[in-house]
């Protein structure tokens, strides 16, 4: 399996651009999560999904972002206008979710992540 | 107050030597601890979880909570240089692909050859 797919990797952008982040989350797996990191607030959960609806969207910091997961392979987080203090590192992560973990082995496993500078 | 906290480092060691990584956590429902490892420009990766309160050995890994105290460690034996990577400890009140983490910022390690 490849894994999680996130693209692109590195965004580099203007203040007031719009943004889209991409993941394509590994096959079978019915949750995807999308996280933050910075290094003064470390990692931070924005969103997450199961079976294509949105659970809780709690961290998503204001209605510059929002997500979407149209179908089971595709997500994507959007930044409309995009400021400067967006910039972060953003993952996401995929897990089987609930039946796998009844049997405790269940796990996010997470995608490289995508740089984005907004200058 | 976050509801875990982890000291950054940088902590820089020998190779060889004993290494302990801690966090702190104010959320008393947190039932599962887990530690994932951060290699340079890449995501986290699960290293080991623990459920509850004792310890958990895997190779030169040691995964030690303390509910009590709202403490947990992860202690890395005879340290190598592939260690070098951040550490972050998460935890949730279920062990489950389902349930957010709450992470800690993590520690960067340097292991020296």
């Known amino acids: 399996d490849a894994g999680v797919i996130q693209s692109p990797r590195h965004e580099v952008t203007e203040m007031g651009q719009e943004v889209t982040l991409r993941c394509k989350p590994i096959?079978?797996?019915?949750?995807l999560f999308w996280y933050r990191q910075t290094m003064m607030r470390g990692l931070e959960l924005l969103i997450y999904?199961?079976?294509?609806?949105?659970?809780?969207d709690s961290g998503m910091p204001e209605d510059r972002f929002s997500a979407k997961m149209p179908n089971a392979s595709f997500s994507t987080l959007k930044i409309q206008p995009s400021e400067p203090r967006d910039s972060a590192v953003y993952f996401c992560a995929s897990s089987l979710g609930l039946l796998a973990g009844i049997s405790g082995t269940d796990t996010q496993y997470f995608g490289p992540g995508t740089r984005l500078t907004v200058l | 107050q976050k509801e875990v906290e982890q000291d950054p480092g940088p902590l820089s060691v020998p190779e060889g030597a004993i290494v302990s990584l801690n966090c702190t956590y104010s959320n008393s429902a947190f039932q599962y601890f887990m530690w994932y490892r951060q290699y340079s420009r890449k995501g986290p990766e699960l290293l080991m979880y623990t459920y509850s309160s004792g310890n958990k050995e895997d190779g030169r890994f040691t995964a030690q909570v303390d509910k009590s105290s709202k403490y947990i460690s992860l202690f890395i034996r005879d340290s190598q240089p592939s260690d070098s990577a951040t550490y972050l400890c998460?935890?949730?009140?279920?062990?489950?692909?389902?349930?957010?983490?709450?992470f800690g910022k993590g520690t960067r390690l340097s292991v020296i050859a």
């Open positions: 999904f199961n079976n294509n609806v949105p659970i809780d």
């Open positions: 998460a935890m949730s009140v279920t062990f489950s692909g389902n349930t957010p983490l709450v």
């Open positions: 096959s079978g797996h019915d949750y």
